[in-house]
């Protein structure tokens, strides 16, 4: 039998020879779901082609930076004018600060912004900055979210490794992972009996704005506030990590959704906030910003060492500036119209096959976990719990169909601006065959 897909299994055989697992990031290698990863040599607006020329409607979107679609015009101007002026120089640059003044104008809780290159290595820096601000040494995070891979908090971190089933990673040292405290999320008695027991040795307290590594899981009503309030109680920092969230979910991120939203009932502001994905437009930048006092604890003006040679990298710098740019407040409402109607439709279709599942939301982002009806999904333990053998058969039919979805269920769905209604209707109309193949499945 000929293969549909031979230059991509090909391409997998090649790279199987040269790269650990032939991928430079594990969910790539369809681990999950089996079956050949897809090649993308393309991609334009909503859309994706692989190498044998297969086109897809793309619900990855870079894992959020294609907020306004692939390839979109004004992004692609502004990177061209500044590949023509260079590549990288090892000096300061204007659009670093031009990025930095357009992140503090849509979030008001950054004070200083410090561009770094990955979302790890963001995380990694709030984490060091937070402990050498406070001389303290211990960090809570919460099972399921996911905060980049350094050592001391890959401890139940969900993406990949709930993707893998792994527990935390080798070699990470005892020494290291003791350091972690690790507790359940959407848990504040937990939080508090911690700092009960533990409060002068806690520097911060890390939490993704809103899970969306172990699938979406909305926090509750209350949770990030509370976070807040303790941590302020104790002397120690709340780091909000909007690695994804942050840019994506709507014009200032989660926490401007919530926290920093005009009408929240009782605002609260993180001592320091984690950007990433959408920042850098589609190229490798990433940011930690946040309380003034805080931020100056950073080398030149403070003890706390960060440096990096591709920091504020000018043809990263000019993607930011250009997406943030035109990323408007009316790409938000339409790609928050798509999404309701998306997930909408995939339940729709998903009851017509009998198929018992739940949809979790983070502002325009949403999961889907299967099994759930009962009580949803409101930690880690509830998303292990799901029938998560559905997926697979769910996830390659609408791949038959023309539909890239993200080959893990642990994982958010992601929309763009350029999700028209002829790239909608692909969507829906693969739907009702990937929810009988998902009602067919055996766990």
């Known amino acids: 039998m000929t293969s549909s897909n031979p230059r991509n299994e090909a391409l997998f055989d090649r790279a199987r020879q040269l790269m650990p697992g032939g991928v430079n990031s594990p969910v790539r290698a369809f681990g999950s779901v089996g079956g050949t990863p897809r090649f993308m040599v393309s991609a334009k607006g909503p859309y994706l082609t692989d190498a044998d020329g297969k086109e897809y409607v793309d619900l990855v979107c870079s894992w959020g930076p294609a907020l306004l679609g692939h390839a979109h015009p004004a992004v692609l101007e502004a990177v061209h004018a500044a590949v023509d002026r260079g590549l990288s120089f090892g000096t300061s640059t204007p659009d670093e600060a031009n990025l930095a003044a357009i992140v503090q104008e849509r979030v008001p809780a950054v004070e200083r912004l ?32 996911y905060h980049g891979h350094l050592d001391g908090l890959l401890a139940a971190a969900g993406s990949g490794l709930a993707t893998l089933a792994l ?39 890390i939490t993704e704005a809103a899970p969306a590594n172990m699938g979406v ?34 014009y200032s991120g989660y926490w401007g959704l919530t926290g920093g939203a005009p009408d929240a009932e009782e605002p609260w502001t993180p001592d320091l906030l984690t950007f990433g994905k959408v ?13 003034a006092d805080v931020m100056d604890y950073l080398a030149p003006t403070g003890p706390v060492y960060q440096a990096g040679t591709l920091s504020g990298n000018p043809v990263a710098m000019a993607a930011g500036v250009a997406t943030l740019t035109n990323a408007t407040r009316d790409v938000y409402s ?26 979790q939301f983070a502002g325009n982002l949403f999961s889907v976990a299967f099994g759930t009806s009962a009580n949803g999904v409101h930690n880690y333990a509830d998303a292990q719990a799901q029938e998560a053998f559905r997926y697979a058969p769910f996830f390659h039919s609408m791949l038959e169909s023309g539909v890239y979805l993200p080959p893990s269920v642990f994982e958010a769905w992601f ?18 065959a990937a929810a009988k ?7």
């Open 114 to 145: 410090r561009m770094v290159s990955t979302g790890t290595e963001a995380t990694m820096t709030a984490v060091r900055l937070a402990r050498g601000f406070t001389g303290r040494n211990l960090i809570i995070k919460f099972a399921g979210c």
């Open 167 to 205: 527990p935390g990673s080798a070699g990470v040292t005892e020494a290291t992972a003791a350091e972690t405290l690790v507790l359940p999320y959407n848990d504040l008695a937990a939080v508090k009996e911690a700092f009960a027991v533990h409060g002068q040795n806690i520097a911060a307290v």
């Open 217 to 250: 899981v909305t926090p509750a009503e209350g949770f990030n506030l509370g976070l807040s309030r303790i941590t302020r109680e104790h002397g120690a920092l709340l780091i909000i990590d909007e690695v994804l969230t942050g840019f994506r979910t709507g």
């Open 279 to 291: 920042i850098g437009g589609g190229m490798p930048t990433a940011a930690l910003g946040g309380r």
């Open 334 to 359: 339409f790609i928050d119209v798509r999404s309701l109607e998306l997930s909408s439709a995939l339940s729709t279709a998903l009851d017509a096959a009998g198929v018992d599942h739940s949809i």
């Open 415 to 432: 929309l763009s601006a350029a999700h028209d209604d002829d790239a909608m209707n692909r969507i829906y109309d693969a739907l009702p």
């Open 437 to 443: 193949a998902a009602a067919a499945a055996q766990g």
